[in-house]
């Protein structure tokens, strides 16, 4: 029996995986940089920001983490209360 770490770098020798992983991360890592910031930048806590979405503290931090790992997307809806609660708007665009 293989390792997570083992069975991760086997994995991550296929081209295919590799990209994917890298792309995710890429992703996923520009929005939580974004979200972060702003929650930073208008010096709010989880708790706080969860108190403006009516929602609990940990859901925040579900969030958080999910952009971190990746392994859940959140809503545009969850996205727009969230910025919202830092005193934000959401902005998407396609470029």
């Given at each position: ?5 083992q069975?991760?770098?086997k994995?991550?020798?296929?081209p295919g995986?590799?990209a994917e ?29 969860a108190?403006?979405?009516?929602t ?7 969030l958080?983490?999910?952009l971190?790992?990746g392994?859940h ?5 969850t ?6 609660a ?10």
């Open positions: 029996m293989q390792t997570h770490d069975l991760v770098k994995l991550m020798r296929r995986v590799r992983v890298e792309r995710i991360e890429r992703d996923e890592t520009v929005l939580l940089d974004a979200l972060l910031k702003a929650r930073q930048e208008a010096r709010l806590t989880q708790a706080r920001i108190e403006r979405m009516g609990q503290a940990p859901a925040v931090a579900r958080e983490r999910s971190a790992t392994k997307s959140p809503s545009i809806a996205l727009r209360k969230y910025v919202k830092c005193g934000k708007s959401l902005v998407l665009r396609v470029a």
